[in-house]
């Protein structure tokens, strides 16, 4: 087998620079930036999308209804926990394992999931996952509000850590004692925060969470707080659109929030980071604006930053590390990624070196 030069172009977190993989038997054998040779295919090579937040689980539920945020998602009873407990576990195992493969070929390399049902719901998100998956960072959450000691330490004991819903779902105190037993653990710990209507910023710092999700409803010192306690914030904008809330990128940006992004639940968008950053240009664009290197950092650098405590998740553009090449048809990549690229533009994903192109992927 010949080698193989892919490339023309390659986005560092200052940037995008000339460059290109030179290729041997389906392995990256080095990263060379500079000017392409003759014959180097037009792609950009970007390091592997994070989807900082999912719930893949709700896939089997996909196209979701129209509804306000509390009737389709909010526990105990809203749509998708009744779908949930009405479908197999065979079919929600299928359709976590088939939004797995789609975030894997169409370039993202790890996400975070805020899995529910408990210890049998981690344990079968585990399983669902094929050979080719990303890799997972799995939130699971106890069946029982008042879960007793045995059912945390077996959930912990299985998975990341906790990924819990709004602080109105749970008594303070309650909350107050997993993220105690999560940090103990040295799990991370997550909460949605602020996402319909405001809720109390220190409440919800007092928790210690690694990261919040949503903050639409956060004022501008909620925001301010979070950068003061170095909580980034993780933003949903298809999911925000969805049920009508007015996501402000810009406005994080500016306060110097670490902003990741995240496709949110599996029955309203599919896990396609692509879409994620297309929607999140666009929507940046009425807020003011955000540059596509800012868009583009948030499903990559920043994605990064929000799993700091995850230290094998690189933040480097070298031979072994997880990397998307995607086609890109004109001269600007990054305005190309926030715009117009699809899921088909995605050549191929490289994992630890490995080159797995898309047309090897079982549809």
Request: glycine share 10%; proline share 5%.
């Amino acid at each position: 087998m010949k080698e193989e030069l892919i490339g023309r172009w390659i986005l560092t977190d200052k940037g995008v620079v000339k460059g290109y993989l030179r290729v041997f038997e389906e392995t990256v054998e080095e990263v060379c930036l500079g000017n392409h040779p003759s014959g180097s295919s037009k792609v950009c090579i970007i390091p592997g999308f994070v989807n900082a937040h999912t719930h893949i689980g709700d896939s089997v539920a996909y196209p979701a209804p129209r509804g306000s945020v509390e009737e389709l998602v909010g526990p105990p009873d809203g749509f998708k926990h009744r779908v949930l407990k009405e479908r197999s576990m065979k079919e929600k195992s299928q359709a976590m394992r088939y939004a797995s493969d789609l975030m894997a070929r169409s370039g993202t390399s790890c996400f975070v999931d805020f899995r529910e049902e408990g210890l049998e719901g981690v344990r079968m998100l585990s399983a669902s996952l094929g050979p080719r998956a990303p890799r997972s960072v799995v939130l699971g959450r106890p069946l029982d509000i008042n879960s007793a000691n045995g059912e945390i330490d077996a959930l912990l004991g299985s998975c990341d850590g906790l990924g819990l819903s709004a602080l109105k779902d749970w008594p303070l105190d309650i909350l107050t004692k997993l993220s105690a037993r999560t940090k103990s653990a040295g799990k991370l710990f997550s909460i949605h925060a602020s996402e319909t209507v405001r809720e109390d910023i220190d409440e919800v710092l007092s928790l210690k969470p690694d990261f919040v999700v949503h903050m639409v409803k956060a004022t501008d010192e909620d925001i301010a707080a979070c950068v003061d306690s170095g909580v980034p914030i993780v933003v949903c904008p298809r999911s925000n659109e969805f049920f009508g809330l007015e996501l402000d990128i810009p406005r994080l940006l500016r306060a110097g929030a670490t902003v990741g992004l995240g496709t949110d639940n599996g029955m309203i968008s599919r896990p396609v980071m692509l879409e994620e950053l297309q929607t999140a240009y666009q929507l940046g664009a009425r807020k003011g604006g955000i540059s596509p290197l800012q868009t583009v950092s948030l499903a990559t650098f920043e994605g990064r930053k929000v799993l700091n405590a995850k230290g094998n998740i690189t933040t480097e553009t070298g031979v072994g590390d997880d990397l998307a090449a995607i086609r890109i048809k004109g001269e600007d990549p990054l305005l190309e990624l926030v715009t117009s690229a699809r899921p088909d533009d995605v050549l191929a994903v490289i994992r630890g070196g490995k080159l797995w192109r898309s047309e090897s992927w079982t549809k």
